[in-house]
């Protein structure tokens, strides 16, 4: 059998990580500043990660959601504390579109309204709703078409936003906390407050999907956050497990639950919750959201002398350098001669850089030594 070749892939072969770095078959070292998609939040193979995965899977692995979990309350009490969303209740399921698409439906169920307002650039998966609320249109199949109706506004236009709210007919207000795929636009704080706002008095749920520019990328807990908002429904996925899949929807309490409203198989397993708890206990102990905020600051000084960058975008540890030209075959040499993982979005010139939260200073500037070699 074959696999489905939907993927265009690199030719590198890895076989082991350790924190910022990945080594191929021949043991050649890579700085990892993309981690799988903004996956690897607390490095690879961090030696808590690894214990409590090898120490729960000699335990038990799985059990479904007909039993009691005390690992899911110890993971859900955890970011609770560390996210500020103390009194949120948490569902678990395994990837970011599966968080979306419950989140999506959540909000359906809670308000009975069918209408979803979503942003340009936008993504949010590539399930059936996720799809539909994602700007897009060349990942939809046909079946996908006569999905509910989604209004695409234009990021920190108030005046669309307003209009698209003012018949009370929308569910759900749906916005990534920093765009990811779509090449690192953001709300403004004044905007994001805006939709926290008007979604109170229109009677449609505010959902911040911060699969990706979450659990500390922004060096805030959730990059929504800085604004001092709080959604009523928040999606994380990506840097959750550190590689384990595992996703996680924070709900407001005022959203009921009841038996049968969500479920899964897989989400929320043993496994998965020890992966999680890793995860929280680091980024807890290592103190990672100042240390993003201080390797951010280490980085921009750097890239300040390289006058070839236009402009840096994003938060944090999520950014997007961009230049005044498709950045394709710097990407390509930064791979291959300087042996650095980057990555791109749908702006043509714009680099993506997702590294470990616990990157040094030293590995980052490495990054800015071998821009500058190229392009100085
Ligand atoms: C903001 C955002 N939402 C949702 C998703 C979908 O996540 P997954 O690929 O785990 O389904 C992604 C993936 O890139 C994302 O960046």
């Known amino acids: 059998m074959n696999l489905f070749d939907v993927y265009p892939v690199f030719n590198i072969n890895l076989q082991k990580a350790k924190g910022s770095f990945v080594y191929d078959e021949n ?80 909000a359906s169920f ?77 709300a ?19 959902i911040a999907d911060e699969i990706q520019s979450g ?7 959730f990059a929504h956050q800085l604004a001092d908002v709080k959604a009523d429904i928040i999606t994380t996925a990506k840097g959750m497990g550190n590689g384990f899949p595992i996703g996680g929807v924070l709900i407001n309490p005022e959203i009921k639950a009841s038996y049968g409203l969500l479920g899964t198989t897989f989400g929320g397993n043993h496994l998965a919750c020890a992966a999680g708890i890793a995860v929280l206990e680091v980024i807890e102990n290592e103190q990672l959201l100042d240390k ?6 280490a980085l921009c000084v750097a890239l300040k002398d390289i006058s070839a960058i236009k402009k840096i975008k994003g938060k944090g540890l999520m950014l997007g350098v961009e230049f005044d030209f498709p950045i394709k075959e710097l990407r390509g040499k930064l791979l291959n001669d300087h042996k650095i993982f980057t990555g791109a979005s749908a702006n043509p010139n714009l680099l993506r850089i997702l590294p470990p939260l616990n990157i040094s200073e030293e590995e980052i500037l490495l990054f800015a030594s071998a821009l500058k070699e190229e392009l100085i």
């Open 27 to 106: 043991n050649q070292k890579y700085l990892d500043l993309y981690g799988g998609h903004g996956v690897i939040s607390i490095g690879h193979s961090h030696p808590t990660y690894v214990k409590n995965i090898k120490e729960q899977v000699e335990k038990i692995g799985f059990y479904s959601n007909s039993i009691k979990m005390p690992l899911q309350e110890e993971l859900a009490k955890k970011l609770g504390r560390l996210s500020g969303y103390e009194d949120y209740n948490l569902f678990l399921c395994n990837s970011g579109a599966e968080t979306n698409e419950n989140a999506i439906k959540l």
């Open 110 to 186: 809670h308000n009975g309204k069918s209408k979803i307002i979503a942003f340009k650039n936008s993504f949010h998966g590539r399930t059936a709703a996720t799809l539909n609320v994602t700007d897009n249109p060349k990942l939809s199949a046909n079946i996908n078409l006569n999905n509910f109706e989604t209004i695409f506004i234009k990021l920190n236009d108030e005046k669309a936003l307003q209009e698209a709210l003012s018949k009370n007919d929308v569910a759900a207000v749906i916005v990534e906390g920093i765009q990811g795929v779509g090449g690192l636009d953001e």
């Open 188 to 206: 403004t704080p004044e905007y994001f407050k805006l939709i926290a706002d008007l979604c109170k008095t229109h009677n449609a749920l505010f």
């Open 215 to 221: 659990y500390g990328r922004s060096g805030h807990f």
């Open 292 to 297: 993003v905020n201080q390797t951010n600051s």
